[in-house]
């Protein structure tokens, strides 16, 4: 089962910041957290992932809480092209995904 | 570089014949994994492959399901005597080295459909 638990939707506006929460309050001291996102009849794609210290990417930024049990990943300025779903996955030292049900992310114009 | 490739594309078979899926990692990527996403879910976990050892495959859904990686480079999924419920989409994706730590890339997936 998944250990992570995601709002199913979200919307923002084109130009502005998405900021997409994510509850893993089970994860444990050696566990990463990684965020994927799948774009309609594509394959998932890796966006980010950290373990304790906040990430930032080309792509987003990805802050964790102190005490690990939260997450949020930000896109800082949405584009229509990031309309897809996000996942939040938590994963230990093997190697298995297990991806939730994610949040449907649509951008509007 | 060349991303995952997969093929084919899209599957169209009827129930009860064999599949042969087949999946061309990234070159150089020594874990190899299959998922299988159902509509409207996230893709979930089949086997794993550490150069040609399947080194989990507690996610094959039961013994019609098979995988092999001979060379420890393209995989092939085997699935015998298909039925409707195998209809997915089977997912392929590759990462530099297990375990954790590192980013799987995905393939754009075999669209499976059993009539």
């Known amino acids: 089962d998944a250990k992570t638990t995601q709002p199913p939707s979200m919307d923002c506006a084109e130009g502005r910041a998405a900021n997409l929460p994510c509850n893993h309050s089970?994860?444990?001291?050696?566990?990463?957290v990684y965020w994927y996102r799948q774009i309609h009849s594509q394959g998932p794609q890796y966006i980010i992932h950290g373990l304790k210290n906040n990430e930032t990417n080309e792509m987003a930024s990805l802050i964790i809480t102190e005490d690990r049990k939260s997450s949020t990943l930000i896109l800082p300025h949405a584009t229509l092209r990031d309309t897809a779903v996000y996942y939040c996955?938590?994963?230990?030292?093997?190697?298995?995904?297990?991806f939730g049900s994610g949040t449907r992310l649509l951008v509007r114009p | 570089g060349a991303g995952v490739s997969q093929t084919p594309s899209n599957k169209v078979t009827e129930k009860g014949k064999y599949v042969e899926l087949r999946c061309d990692p990234i070159?150089?990527?020594?874990?190899l994994y299959w998922y299988r996403q159902s509509l409207g879910q996230g893709p979930e976990f089949l086997i794993y492959f550490q150069g040609t050892g399947a080194a989990d495959d507690s996610g094959l859904p039961n013994d019609r399901f098979f995988a092999v990686r001979p060379e420890g480079s393209v995989s092939t999924l085997k699935i015998q005597r298909t039925e409707r419920g195998d209809s997915a989409v089977y997912l392929c994706?590759?990462?530099?080295?297990?375990?954790?730590?590192?980013?799987?890339?995905f393939g754009p997936g075999t669209r499976l459909t059993v009539l």
């Open positions: 996955i938590v994963q230990d030292s093997s190697y298995k995904l297990i």
């Open positions: 070159s150089g990527h020594t874990a």
């Open positions: 089970t994860i444990s001291g050696n566990e990463y």
């Open positions: 994706a590759s990462s530099l080295m297990a375990p954790g730590g590192n980013e799987q890339f």
